[in-house]
């Protein structure tokens, strides 16, 4: 089956640093790949989503994430962090239907 | 305003008690899907419906029951089968319930077993 492993459980950063979370998926075949954001007690926000064609894709908010088939990765990266970025983030994969999430990271923000 | 909303957000229940869940969405789409959300574990899928009048379980539907009488609508039951039912219960839709399709989550609803 496949599944989903986000190794970073928590992390923490300062505002204006930049920011990577990790995101690895066991699957044979390249599955739909996709990053959602969840403020406390609340839903979740696509972010962004990779199906295929260029490796690096833009979201909203000024998140990137990239599609690295050879590590079965797609990290979520953005430059310069800001506290509202403070949430728990979700990696995501879905094949034939059947969408796993991973366990999700949550950031920390310091002034 | 196009969006899923879920009521209550707050529900408390009493053990043997059968508790209902609301999910309506106005985005016209045709695949729902309620999931479960426990600290540290992500989300994990209940039930989905791609259709009125049909649904599938997902990986840990039991204890739980749904309906898709309307297509705008698909309430959850956690009914006191469910052995532990405090959770954090998330309904979501999509526009045809494929692969490629982004889903679309509601704030929530906060269930807590007294």
């Given at each position: 089956a496949q599944s989903v492993t986000q190794p970073d459980i928590h992390i923490t950063v300062s505002e204006g640093a930049s920011l990577e979370l990790r995101c690895n998926y066991s699957y044979g075949a390249t599955p739909y790949l996709f990053w959602y954001v969840q403020s406390p007690g609340q839903g979740l926000q696509l972010l962004l989503k990779y199906f295929?064609?260029?490796?690096l894709v833009q979201g909203i908010k000024g998140f990137e994430a990239e599609f690295k088939r050879s590590q079965s990765s797609f990290n979520l990266r953005k430059p310069s962090v800001h506290w509202s970025d403070a949430a728990e983030y979700f990696c995501a994969v879905n094949n034939n239907n059947d969408m796993r999430f991973g366990a999700g990271t949550r950031l920390t923000v310091k002034p | 305003d196009g969006g899923i909303t879920q009521s209550p957000k707050y529900l408390f229940r009493k053990e043997g008690q059968n508790v209902t869940l609301s999910c309506e969405q106005?985005?016209?789409?045709d695949a729902m899907y309620w999931y479960r959300q426990d600290p540290g574990q992500g989300l994990r899928l209940i039930y989905y419906s791609q259709i009125v009048n049909d649904f599938q379980k997902g990986d840990i539907a039991e204890g739980y029951s749904v309906s898709r009488e309307k297509k705008e609508s698909f309430p959850l039951t956690v009914t006191?089968?469910?052995?532990?039912?405090t959770a954090f219960y998330l309904c979501a839709s999509s526009?045809?319930?494929?692969?490629t399709d982004t889903q679309y989550f509601g704030p929530g609803t906060r269930l807590t077993v007294l």
């Open positions: 295929s064609g260029d490796t | 106005n985005l016209n789409h006191s089968a469910q052995k532990n039912p526009i045809y319930g494929t692969s």
